[in-house]
């Protein structure tokens, strides 16, 4: 979806932006203000939780990696507090432990550094869709079920190891195959989930979990 149509689905929401990186705020900025997304931002989550914005029809972009509350404590802190806000991490030092954990505390979605600045507008259209009631959270669920149901047993079963934080070896002893076969296995259920890492695996099937 083009840039444009992200802004012009969003105009009635507005992003916040929690970043230490001055220049990786300002970036994000920019992006959302060409995009034509109401955007403010914050060095810090602390900083946001102290001025405490309104979050009725408003999505979370947070760093993971912060001095004081890191993003992921932010959102645990949101979402005790009941918020309807999505929320959006962004890192530079993904692991599947991390996204899990990340997903866990009720994070939309689970982005890595470098992104894509149409995979990041499309992320936050999605999350400010879900959150007006869209059917865009059902579509997705129906696509990643759809792919799922493509893998054979064998995959499904590699994929289950490799959500759960398993490396190759352990799954193989698992599976009582060889971790060659593993290999073979994960990267045909990888081409077939369309996922390019191991963080949006994780993401998909946590979709799928919600979801049930």
Do not use: W
Request: aromatic share 4%; charged share 25%; proline share 3%.
């Amino acid at each position: 979806m083009a840039s444009e149509d992200v802004g012009a689905e969003t105009s009635d929401g507005i992003v916040y932006v929690i970043d230490d990186d001055e220049s990786a705020r300002h970036s994000l900025e920019f992006l959302l203000d060409v995009a034509g997304v109401r955007v403010r931002s914050f060095a810090s989550a602390d900083a946001f939780l102290k001025a405490a914005p309104p979050l009725s029809g408003a999505c979370v972009v947070t760093d993971v990696r912060m001095p004081g509350t890191n993003g992921i404590e932010l959102a645990e802190e949101l979402k005790r507090r009941g918020s309807p806000a999505p929320v959006i991490v962004i890192t530079g030092h993904a692991d599947v432990p991390l996204a899990i954990q990340a997903m866990k505390a009720g994070v939309a979605d689970f982005i890595e550094k470098p992104f894509d600045d149409e995979m990041m507008l499309s992320a936050i259209r999605a999350a400010l869709a879900r959150q007006a009631g869209d059917q865009g959270a059902a579509a997705e669920r129906q696509i990643v079920l759809d792919r799922i149901a493509s893998l054979s047993n064998r995959e499904r079963e590699v994929m289950e190891g490799l959500v759960a934080g398993k490396a190759n070896k352990a799954i193989a002893f698992d599976l009582d195959i060889s971790a060659r076969t593993v290999e073979v296995y994960r990267a045909n259920l990888m081409m077939k989930m369309h996922a390019k890492t191991l963080s949006e695996l994780v993401r998909m099937a946590t979709i799928v979990s919600v979801a049930h």
